[in-house]
């Protein structure tokens, strides 16, 4: 008859350094890179939040308002340079379709500015699972800029819509033969840097719109 003998399963040398190896990379974790896992986590959920998408929104605002507030500026002065009264319906329909663009491309903006920052969201996402699996994260670079890529639409957007009122009106005076750029160039108002992701944009002065009294006034989408 066989004797019962030691029947535990002992770790060997090399177990018992892998065991140690992976103790101390845990730990290393714990300690240096998990904060920052953490940081990029909450950065990333933060691209789907509803203050960034209201941020989103805000950027859009502020670029079209400063863009158009120029543009119908431009226009009044052209309009009154070719001997159009303010009260007059041609002027007041002027302003009135320039007020419409504005709101069309304002609107379509803010939507394309708040699918970025979804973008942005779910490609932060893939980035997360890739950090997970130990795999190089890379998804969300190259995103661009929201807000700076609102202004620059808002103020193609403008430059366009002056320029094609001028051509229809056949507008007359400096503002109009320059262009609306050159116009933008020589106006004079306060700079308006919109930022997303975070940093609160300025939209003091906005609904101040008023086409008799205040044409470069702003307006809130």
């Known amino acids: 008859m066989g004797g019962g003998g030691d029947s535990e399963v002992r770790e060997t040398e090399a177990q018992r350094a892998a065991s140690e190896v992976a103790k101390k990379q845990w730990n ?9 896992e953490d940081n990029f986590i909450a950065r990333v959920d933060a691209y789907n939040s509803d203050n960034n998408m209201a941020e989103a929104k805000q950027a859009a605002d502020v670029g079209y308002n400063k863009a158009y507030s120029k543009n119908r500026e431009g226009a009044a002065k052209s309009l009154s340079a070719s001997g159009a009264d303010p009260t007059s319906g041609k002027f007041q329909s002027t302003m009135a379709e320039m007020t419409t663009d504005q709101a069309i491309g304002q609107s379509d903006t803010t939507n394309r500015a708040q699918s970025s920052e979804q973008d942005k ?22 995103m661009s800029d929201v807000a700076n890529t609102s202004l620059n639409k808002a103020t193609a957007d403008a430059e366009a819509d002056f320029n094609k009122r001028s051509s229809n009106l056949q507008l007359a005076g400096a503002a109009a033969g320059l262009g609306l750029r050159s116009y933008q160039a020589s106006a004079s108002s306060a700079d308006v840097t919109p930022t997303v992701d975070g940093v609160s944009t300025n939209t003091s002065g906005l609904n101040d719109y008023d086409p008799l009294n205040n044409p470069g006034g702003s307006m809130v989408a």
Do not use: R
């Open 121 to 142: 969201y779910l490609a932060g996402l893939s980035d997360v699972a890739a950090i997970g699996m130990g795999q190089q994260t890379g998804a969300l670079e190259g």
């Open 28 to 36: 290393l974790y714990q300690s240096d890179f998990k904060q920052h």
